[in-house]
Nanobody, 124 residues
Framework: QVQLVESGGGLVQAGGSLRLSCAAS????????MAWFRQPPGKEREFVAV????????NYADSVKGRFTISRDNAKNTVYLQMNSLKPEDTAVYHC?????????????????WGRGTQVTVSS
């Protein structure tokens, strides 16, 4: 069992930056593949970024490539999402997720654990 708590969301102007954090409980954090998803207003939850258990592998949605960076610190049981050059269409509730498999999954159904989310609002 792992519990995930996101933080770092807020209101930012277009072009600005935010860094989200996701703190995980449990001693086996380093064995989980971690990801960020987001749910824009009135839309379904969508994949943003994923990172392997070691941090050596990452993958991103096309909409955020070159602007967002996912990273993790296994000593601190934390995964991060650095978001630069933010756009109004990045406005969403951002959730982190964990899975016990090895695949760099991009589908919601492949994740076992979810945080409650943190709101990111980008004004134009």
């Amino acid at each position: 069992q792992v519990q995930l708590v996101e933080s770092g969301g807020g209101l930012v102007q277009a072009g600005g930056s935010l860094r989200l954090s996701c703190a995980a409980s449990g001693r086996t954090f380093s064995s989980y593949v971690m990801a960020w998803f987001r749910q824009p207003p009135g839309k379904e939850r969508e994949f943003v970024a994923v990172i392997s258990w070691s941090g050596g592998g990452t993958n991103y949605a096309d909409s955020v490539k070159g602007r967002f960076t996912i990273s993790r610190d296994n000593a601190k049981n934390t995964v991060y999402l650095q978001m630069n050059s933010l756009k109004p269409e990045d406005t969403a509730v951002y959730h982190c997720a964990a899975q016990t498999g090895q695949a760099m999954a991009v589908h919601l159904s492949q994740y076992n654990y979810w945080g409650r989310g943190t709101q990111v609002t980008v004004s134009s």
